[in-house]
């Protein structure tokens, strides 16, 4: 008998000598330790079968619109795949400490897959290691990290050099080849920002020389510094005709300085990564265009592929991205990469 | 127990179960009312917010109002009963800055994060000037918004109130003063049915008061159900046009750049993006050996010189050259110099290894505190210590033999704190942790503290330890219970023997004579001898009263409990005194030297050999004084028995009074017995062997007397 009774118990402290019920005591005690130990067994065992169903989805921030097309498509393919996802993110794109402890919470929950957008390459190698030696599969999209696919990891990204080319084509078409154009919203600690500014000066400066770069300027946390850094710019360089921005913040600040000082029309704005705000504003011919990233298909193909293995993907997939302008704004080409209506399957 | 006290039982403990159900049932339905607590006032006048639970933002109780100064996005303030169903909640609210502030309702699985809970919030959002209404469930999904008149501005108050009857809910804000209202009334078929209230803002901060939840009553709930399902909204993609934002922004004066050509070390990653790029820039050495590296106040970078260059540590210089980017890392190639100043070392910043590992500080001198996995040494013979900072890790490689040296001494575990230049080159990460540290000299490393008693090794030497320990109390449990398995053993053998040797002998004659007499009552009575008759009935009598006396005597033998608990002295001085009660005969006990523990067999035989010679005295001497005496001396005990009796011949006819008995006992435990008798008494010695007492040393033993 595992369990010891009452009777065992007093039987024991009945008996004589002191060395004699010590050891009772002591044979009792390990029994009851005993029965803890696999209640505790039994119920670890229990918890980890109820959580590996979930699947962590963290995108870079749960505050701004262009991710939740990312929980639209994993949402989706979660019910297609009859996997549930766990979707939260950091309240700021810059709270790079949030995102890790989320994904330490993953490891820690043993979720069954993790699909992350990382907020800093760098910073979040560690914990991504540490996920990956718990033996959790794991993939990144938006940018890249500095680890190489393997085992457990594969990547799902934005195809950084076509979205820097793109741009410049569109800077070039609106300027009529000529001018000044200003960057903003450069993350100087991200290779994919770097990359994309990479692109873009390269094709301005070999098909476009009649354009010329005047100002390059790192990116903010906020709309409201966004906006101070273009007025700065504009300041700076009275004369410019068109402003490339690398996030939704660089553009929507771009787009509330030029709007401010009534300048939309004679300064166009081409920004990246998309937001309902934005393309509200192509719409009013205030911002040129937008180079939207897929990230419906991100949150799709991530879960599709922790769903279904790692093992029948690529490592690495890059996303094409989308050109949005007043005329196609209300294209169903568009309508993918704008809509956040996570409930519903897109087009 | 009876089976009419088992019914009894069987009846109070089912009476009893019964009543604890129903109390159950009745405590559970009070506690899931839908309408327990309401209608609801929360008190902040009185600074109660106990009741209320945070999960971000920075809450505080100002007059009657409850204020959150944070800009986060998503802070909640949460309270009620999670089984609130249909009611309506509404307080006056305040915006301090851009974004919304508002009420959510029928709230539950509350995470912090900014939709990280599941329920309906309404809000005034400044940012499209509109009253908003949506539900949150771990994502957001928008009602249409309407727009608000009047606009939305901060620092002014707004009724704001929003209410749910089954699936049907209702928001709705008025401006106070002027009255201007909007509303919106929705339909979720698939609603969330229950939960509490929270206050919540996103961004805006903002300052709630006369916050008020009360229920919803049958007639709210039929004109409700006249609402119709309302498809969930592409906010704001099918809003329509942009609402006018008649927000002043700042226009802040603006520095153009400074009319020189040197740039600042940040701007380098931007400006050789694509390729590299001829600059100037200025900074102070950080480090000489063996990378030289330069760093102003917005950055570092590193500088390969075209030709030797004397630097020393300090140096502030001016440097030319073709700026490279690699990766997140910048490095100044075919560089050439001009001193400006030599100036003291940079302090280093102090930073923790997320900072680090976030890029911002990339070949700049810091400060970093961590703690020691590894230390090995690289390919290239490099000394290289693996370090645990937070959730990072990182790698510390020493620049001089002396570093190396200081590396080496660092136990596994210890905490550090680490003067170095930070490096994201991966030629030094090797891709494997976010960053390294490039330590100096020994003077930048400073060990905090030793690394923790609880390693893998000292745990894995106690656990062993325990085991050894466990593995002998068990040897001596085992060794003792056999021990005392034996002793019973032998005492039953002896009893056995005894009895033997005794009763079963005086039964057997008892058997004889008795038969005997029989055959003599069958003869002719007339002829029956008496007087024979007579001695044999005596003869029998006395068998009997002898087979009694042995009985009686090996009943005592058996060992007192007295014995366990008092000692051998008091154990033969009570056994004694109850041999001559009645009698005239008078018992004295001493005792002399150190009383110790002696091994329970010893005490055993000695405690029966005193027995059966108090015995002997008492039924056979005639004394008038018996003494007892127990000499405690060095290595051996001496017991005494001796009485002032008539004495008798120690011969082999005497062994009749259990003197075998005694001799076999004492030599048993390897005593030496000694009978001394001269007709004035009666003087029995053993002498048992005893360990002496090692507790006090020899040299010591004065004090231990004393």
């Known amino acids: 008998m595992i369990l010891p ?17 010590s050891m009772c005591i002591t044979v009792v005690l390990a029994k009851l330790v005993l029965v803890f130990v696999l209640a505790l067994t039994v119920a670890a065992l229990i918890s980890c079968q109820a959580s590996r169903s979930d699947i962590a989805v963290i995108p870079r921030t749960t505050a701004t619109t262009i991710w939740e097309a990312e929980h639209a498509g994993a949402e989706f393919a979660a019910r297609r795949f009859g996997v549930r996802i766990r979707w939260n993110g950091p309240t700021r794109e810059d709270d790079v400490h949030s995102q890790i402890g989320l994904v330490d919470r993953a490891v820690t929950q043993k979720c069954k897959g993790l699909v992350l957008t990382p907020n800093q390459p760098r910073a979040l190698m560690v914990p991504i290691q540490r996920a990956l030696a718990a033996g959790v599969p794991t993939v990144i999209v938006g940018s890249a990290l500095s680890l190489p696919p393997q085992k457990n990891l594969s990547y799902i990204v934005n ?7 793109m741009a410049a084509m569109r800077v070039g078409q609106i300027t009529r080849w000529k001018g000044e154009v200003a960057v903003v919203g450069i993350d100087p600690q991200s290779l994919s920002s770097l990359s994309v500014l990479s692109s873009f000066v390269s094709v301005i400066e070999t098909r476009f020389p009649g354009i010329s770069i005047v100002d390059r300027r790192p990116a903010t946390s906020s709309d409201l510094d966004s906006e101070i850094v273009v007025n700065q710019v504009l300041v700076s360089h009275p004369q410019v005709n068109a402003i490339f921005a690398l996030d939704s913040t660089g553009t929507l600040g771009a787009y509330l300085a030029l709007r401010t000082r009534g300048l939309t029309t004679r300064v166009k704005v081409v920004g990246v990564q998309q937001s309902a705000e934005l393309a509200n504003a192509i719409r009013l011919h205030e911002v040129d265009s ?33 050109l949005i302008t007043s005329d196609n704004v209300d294209s169903a080409a568009a309508r993918t990469f704008l809509t956040n209506d996570w409930r519903s399957e897109h087009p | 127990m009876t089976r009419v006290r088992q019914l009894r039982w069987i009846r109070y403990s089912v009476l009893f179960a019964l009543v604890s159900l129903v109390a159950g049932i009745g405590v559970s339905l009070i506690y899931r009312n839908p309408k327990r607590g309401l209608p609801y ?10 009741d209320w639970q945070q999960f971000g933002g920075t809450w505080t109780v100002a007059g009657d109002t409850i204020r959150n100064d944070s800009d986060e996005r998503g802070a909640k303030l949460v309270t009620g009963s999670p089984f609130w169903a249909n009611y309506k909640a509404e307080a006056d609210v305040q915006l301090l800055g851009r974004g919304d502030a508002g009420i959510a309702i029928r709230v539950s699985d509350v995470e912090d994060g900014v939709d990280s809970y599941s329920g309906y919030y309404a809000g005034l959002r400044i940012d499209d000037q509109s009253l908003v209404l949506g539900r949150a469930g771990y994502g957001w999904l ?14 002014r108050w707004y009724h704001l109130a929003i209410s749910a009857y089954g699936c049907s809910i209702n928001a709705s804000a008025t401006v106070l003063g002027t009255g201007e209202r909007a509303s919106i009334t929705a339909f979720d078929p698939n609603c969330a049915r229950t939960g509490k209230i929270a206050l919540r803002d996103v961004v805006s901060g903002g300052i709630w008061r006369h916050v008020e939840v009360h229920a919803l009553n049958h007639a709210d709930g039929e004109q409700a159900s006249l609402a119709k399902p309302t498809p969930a909204s592409l906010y704001p993609t099918r809003q329509g046009l942009l609402p006018n934002y008649g927000l002043q922004f700042r226009v802040l004066s603006i520095s153009s750049r400074p009319p020189t050509d040197v740039v600042a070390i940040d701007s380098l990653r931007l400006l050789a993006a694509s390729r590299p790029v001829h600059v100037t820039v200025r900074g102070t050495v950080t480090l000489i050996t063996p990378r030289t590296y330069i760093q102003d106040a917005t950055g570092g970078a590193e500088v390969i010189f075209a030709e030797q260059t004397p630097l020393k540590l300090g140096d502030e210089i001016e440097v030319t050259g073709d700026a490279h980017r690699e990766d997140l890392s910048v490095r100044i190639e075919n560089a050439t110099k001009r001193s400006i100043a030599l100036v003291a070392p940079v302090p280093a910043f102090s930073i923790t290894p997320l900072q680090a590992a976030m890029g911002r500080y990339d070949a700049m001198f810091v400060e970093l505190e961590g703690r020691v996995d590894s230390q090995h040494r690289t390919d ?4 290289e210590l693996h370090l645990t900072g937070g959730q990072q890790e990182f790698f510390a490689v020493s620049s001089k033999p002396e570093t190396e040296a200081a590396f080496t001494k660092l136990e596994v575990g210890s905490s550090v704190r680490m003067h170095g230049i930070c490096v994201l080159n991966s030629a030094y990460t090797k891709d494997r942790v976010p960053f390294a540290l490039i330590v100096r000299s020994p003077d930048d490393l400073e060990v905090l503290s030793g690394p923790p008693w609880w390693s893998a090794e000292h745990l894995s030497l106690m656990a062993a330890g325990m085991l050894v320990l466990g593995f002998l109390i068990h040897v001596m449990y085992s060794h003792a219970e056999e021990r005392r398995r034996t002793t019973f053993l032998k005492e039953r053998e002896r009893l056995a023997h005894e009895m033997h040797d005794t009763l079963a002998q005086s039964f057997a004659g008892l058997d004889f004579k008795l038969r005997a007499i029989r055959n003599c009552t069958l003869r002719d009575l007339e002829n029956i001898d008496r007087n024979k008759l007579r001695t044999e009935l005596q003869e029998a009598c006395e068998m009997v009263r002898h087979s009694h006396d042995e009985a009686r005597r090996s009943l005592t033998s058996l060992r007192p409990e007295i014995l366990e608990e008092r000692g051998l002295s008091e154990a033969l001085s009570q056994v004694g005194r109850r041999m001559i009660a009645g009698s005239s005969m008078d018992i004295k006990t001493d005792t002399l ?4 523990r002696l091994p329970a067999h010893v005490v055993d035989a000695l405690f029966r050999i005193g027995q059966e010679a108090i015995a002997n005295a008492v039924q056979h001497s005639h004394a008038k004084h018996v003494r007892i005496a127990l000499d405690y001396q060095r290595a051996q005990l001496v017991m005494t028995v001796e009485d002032d009796g008539k004495g008798f011949r120690p011969d082999c006819e005497s062994e009749g009074f259990g003197l075998t008995g005694m001799r076999r006992r004492a030599e048993a435990i390897h005593a030496k017995l000694e009978i001394h ?7 029995i010695l053993v002498t048992a062997p005893c360990k002496p007492d090692t507790r006090w040393p020899a040299f010591l033993s004065y004090i231990k007397e004393a």
């Open chain 2, 41 to 50: 006032r929360a008190q902040f006048s009185e600074g109660q917010v106990r």
């Open chain 2, 677 to 683: 008798s001269n007709g004035v008494g009666t003087k």
């Open chain 1, 159 to 165: 195809d950084d050099e076509m979205i820097g080319q």
């Open chain 2, 142 to 155: 928008e009602f249409p918004p309407a727009g608000m008149p009047g606009g939305v501005s901060p620092n």
């Open chain 1, 290 to 322: 937008i180079i939207a990233e897929d990230t419906y298909q991100m949150g799709y193909r991530a879960v599709e592929a922790l769903a279904l293995g790692q093992t029948k993907y690529p490592s690495m997939v890059k996303l094409a991205p989308l």
């Open chain 1, 5 to 21: 009774s009452f009777h065992h118990f007093a039987g024991c402290a009945q008996k004589t000598g002191f060395l004699r019920a």
């Open chain 2, 380 to 383: 290239s013979s490099v000394m």
């Open chain 2, 593 to 596: 030297g150190q009383l110790r």
